[in-house]
């Protein structure tokens, strides 16, 4: 799979969403990373920024030498234009760019754009068929559609952080704003599908997609409706024990290694207990099925955690792999770019960056076997294509171009 990208590599789109163009005008982590998605797959994304500031998250840390670290890889495969939307003539200039793209991507609060003269019925007119993605935290309507948001905002209101923590602990979140990737996952399918109805219907009409990032982290929750529904539980931390199957937890090893163990079928307790040495636990009554080894968890778990603190993790790793047990070794990203699957599967990869030579990020998920996708460059400077794509498009000359910048526009 060409995933590997260096200085002397073409930069070639390629994947099965070439030929798709996408207007990126969101700012921070949601809706641009849902544009980074497509243009994984090979999507033309162009992202637009304000003139000087640009996007937030430019300045995200982790930070080298000045340069957003975070930035280049949540930004990457795009080209890069600055424009002043809320600026009559910078709106003016979006309408003449939005007529040769596919995809408009946003995540203003409702009614921005309508008041910036960019409302839907407006684009439409001038491209019946764009489909526009609306990526916020609460949703176009409804008594929190005008609150601002954050990642963990969205997490605690979709229930999430609920759920996440010590049973008599506080809730947590996790060390990463999951909120945002969750949304913009769901903002990338809502685009593929409204693309696929365009595709089966070329005449069709343009779609709104009106993705509210909270409900989306809902949603992946997907047993707590209809559990509160039919039984009136409400669901609430159970630590690392799992609450579908036993044994599960996370264990500490000897030499001080964390491993996380999980298997609900009988076939994969099985595996489990005959790598610690106890096959006798099969024919124990409490232990006979997954609904009974849930009900006596606690018991379950301190016989193998009481196994696991003896071992070393090469032993503990060992002895569950000659059982075909389900276990794993909890890695921090030191132990991840050493593993030999991810190192095979060349789940991260060398990117060509123009700050640092060469810079490792994540590859491609999924991959395509008859339509390979790449990463082609990391995140750019601000404005960096605005000859291009101002000359190309619109025919801008440079003296014109030099003009709007004067006028604050580019």
Known sequence: MPQESDSNHPKITQGPLNGLKVLDIATIIAGPMAATLL?????????????????????????????????????????????????????????????????????FRPGTLDKWGLSSEVLWEINPHLVILRTTGFGQDGPYRNK????????????????????????????????????????????????????????????????????????????????YDQLGTIRSRMGNANQYSSPSAVYRTIDDHFVSLSGSTNALFACNARAIGREDLLN??????????????????????????????????????????????????????????????????????????????SGVVPRFRNDPCEVRNTAGSLGQDNSEIYETILGLSIKEQDELRHRGVI
Do not use: C
């Open 284 to 361: 124990e009554p409490q232990f006979l099925n997954n609904t009974l080894r849930v009900s006596n968890s606690k018991e379950l778990n301190k016989i193998f955690s009481n196994w696991i603190a003896k071992n070393t993790l090469s032993d503990v790793l060992k002895a569950f792999e000659a059982a075909q047990g389900t276990i794993s070794p909890i890695n921090s990203i030191e132990q991840i770019v050493s593993d030999p699957q991810m190192i095979y599967r060349k789940a991260i990869i060398d990117v060509a960056d123009a700050d640092f030579g060469s810079v490792k990020l």
């Open 39 to 107: 243009s994984d797959y090979g999507a033309d994304v162009l992202k637009v920024e304000l003139p000087i500031k640009g996007d937030g998250a430019r300045d995200f840390p982790p930070i080298k030498n000045g340069k957003g670290l975070w930035w280049k890889s949540i930004n990457r495969n795009k080209k890069f234009i600055t424009l002043d939307l809320r600026k009559p003539e910078g709106a003016d200039i979006l309408k003449k760019i939005i007529a040769k793209y596919d995809v408009l991507i946003e995540n």
């Open 148 to 227: 601002p948001g954050f990642g963990r905002i969205f997490e605690a209101l979709g229930g999430l952080t609920f759920i996440t923590g010590e049973s008599d602990g506080e809730p947590m979140h996790p060390g990463y704003p999951i909120g945002d990737a969750i949304g913009s996952l769901f903002g990338a399918i809502g685009v593929l599908a409204a693309l696929f109805k365009r595709m089966n219907n070329p005449t069709a009409l343009g779609e709104e997609i009106d993705l509210s990032i909270t409900e989306g982290v809902f949603r992946i929750l997907d047993f707590l409706p209809i559990e």
